[in-house]
């Protein structure tokens, strides 16, 4: 039994949109998992455990990322780059969602060539978690000629993941709509890239078409990097229940359109936050964290519900057990700090400003994967750990 006691914790940030900030300053791991929130008295029942001094800085759930495209370990052929998810553990990054391996070197588009490559970045990833970050991949490509048998044979095998439909053959609504039922009916999560057409060979997808395909979430809703235009954003918000995605690698104008519009309606749960790398427009570390300091900054959200946006709404969009400072949850958790230098107080108050967090300290089911980020600026607080 291995437990873990990060004590000393300035704010506490829950994931939860509804309840963002915790009453507490210790957060107790046990196997892996959160087991207790709280203030010190909490020690005197666990003895033996490992101490994290948080130093008075704030405590966040793991980062997830919605919207990567990884290929098979931790390299992109696209950017020609290796070490970009260890990279993004740098930038607070512990979950990382696959929206498809669709730059994989001679990618196959037969029915035999897709189960195979979504089963083996499913498995692959499984088994190997490049820095200790839990990558779900394996995102099936929707080509034309699949079947039912072949939705029931990747499930089989782990697959539930659907990429973005309009990457591959499947294109038109016609196509796609009974494939995203077959996907469904076998458990799968089905994304759907929105907007401007992203590489040549894929598609122009419209507000329309995402309303008759029906995915579960809506990827960049921001544009990949093109976006819909604000009518369609409009419609999308409003005539649908989807979960709409913002990304990094997108547009900022329709993302400050999106955000401020869907807090004025009360609906920030339905907002996931991705980073849409490897991609043209490169790699991008700190991109969640990124996009959290934009909405908070730019767009009127607080910094605590904005990374809310970044973990809890992810992980309940995906049903994935993290996200979340909550008992039961697994212990992945960042501790962040205002930068040095910052006009910020704390992490939150700097990401208001628009300053970029320090990342001091990264657990991911409650052991130490990065303690001191080799990418943030350096907090000006120190963690201790005995
Ligand atoms: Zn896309």
Redesign the pocket.
Known sequence: MSVVAITNIGTLVSGDVDNPVLKGDTVICQDGKIRAIGGRELLAQYPECKMIDAGGMTVTPGLIDS?THPVIGDYTPRQKMSDFIDSSLHGGVTTMIS?GECHTPGRPTDPAGVKALAILASKSFNALRPGGVKVHAGAAILEKGLTEADFAEMAAAGVWLVG?V??GSVKKSEDAVPMVKWAKKHGMKVMM???GT?IPG?STVTADDVMRVAPDVV??ING?PTAVSLAEVDRLITESDFILEIVQCGNPKVADYTARKMAGLGLLKRIILGN?APSGTGVIPLGILRTITQLASMSGVPAEVAIAMATGNTAAAYGLNTGVIAPGKEADLVIMDAPMGSVGSDALTAIAAGDLPGVALVLIDGVVKVNKSRNTPPTAGKVTIA
């Open positions: 919207h929206a973005e309009g990457l890239h929105t907007g992203s894929s990827s960049h990949g849409d």
